[in-house]
């Protein structure tokens, strides 16, 4: 027996009240971060580690923009995209390490809603900007060594600039559009289960349809993975090239084995955290999504400089004598 027609009273009463539930979701001022409220025995203890972590990650960044900038003979390609490797990752932990730090030492760990939006698209750029430029850092390596003859003629200075200009648009106009489908939805809930606010989480607690906010985020997750089948095919090109000569090879890796090894830490990470965030199970333990996160925020912006740093000569020359010539002054 087929129930009853809803009268329409009743169509209007609960349209009503669907109206009246979005019209009040839309004041939403506040989100709450739940990433720290799991019992933390002494949060002194980490704040102090964690500040010393994001000191260490300024730190070796500036002093690799440093080193770059005063030393005219790195004024190359390949030390400007490091240069702006490190200067995007100066930019992204910003983002992400001056709440967390307040968070330690607050009872409530709360955010605002404008607030938790450009926390998303800081970090979120960041990490697009990070894929970009690992990217384009691909394609200046495919040139320097499978056509080394033109290599000079292909990345001029304002070709250089074109790149590292390209990888900042287009990270900000990725999360641009992203945070304005964000900002169109009305919300019916305010709690986030993270360190930090990140646009999945703020579309889940959505009161209506978010059919076009998940189509965007296959568009973004098909983008990353296209920039990382380029960054394959490129090593691959290059391999092959350099596979006919032992000493052609061994430039080979001291150049790229670094930068290949960041990017496929970097594609691990924010492929987990996409992949949890929207598919997420409840078998991983929270203390392990928790730190797995925060990988994207932390290995590169610590390891990059210092693997880049080590790794080439000319940089680790260069560091050497500003130490040499700093104990010579002290002494």
Known sequence: MLPPAASPEDLS????????????????????????????????IYFSFTLLGYLFIMFVNLTLIIIIALEKTLHEPMYFFLCNLSANALYGTAGFY??????????????????????????YSF?????????????????????????????????????????WIFSFSCLCFAILLTISLPLCGSHIDKLYC?????????????????????????IFFA??????????????????????????????????????????AVFFDIMYSKYGSSDIPQVLHYLL????????????PIIYGLNLKKIREKFTRICSRNKVIHA
Not at 204 to 220: A, D, E, H, M
Not at 293 to 304: A, G, Q
């Open 293 to 304: 996160s925060l990988e994207f925020l932390i290995v590169p912006p610590v390891f990059s």
């Open 227 to 268: 920039h990382f089948l380029f960054i394959l095919f490129s090593y691959m090109k290059i391999l092959s090239v350099c596979r006919a000569s032992s000493i052609a090879m061994s430039k080979c890796l001291q150049t790229c084995l670094p930068h290949l090894l960041m990017v496929i830490n970097y594609f691990i």
């Open 13 to 44: 009463e609960r349209y009503f009240q669907e109206a009246m539930q979005k019209k009040n979701s839309s004041y939403v001022t506040m989100f709450t971060l739940s990433g720290l409220n799991e019992s933390i025995t002494n949060k002194y």
């Open 198 to 222: 990140d646009n999945w989480s703020i579309v889940k607690l959505s009161c209506v349809g978010t059919t076009v906010n998940n189509g965007y985020g296959y568009v973004i997750i098909c």
């Open 127 to 167: 990490s697009t900007c990070e894929l970009s430029n690992l990217t384009v850092m691909a394609c200046d390596r495919y040139v320097a060594i499978c056509r080394p003859l033109e290599y000079h003629t292909i990345m001029s200075p304002l070709t250089t600039s074109k790149l590292i200009l390209f990888s």
């Open 98 to 123: 001056p709440k967390l730090l307040f968070d330690f030492l607050s009872d409530t760990h709360v955010i605002s809603y404008s607030g938790c939006l450009l926390q998303i698209f800081v970090i």
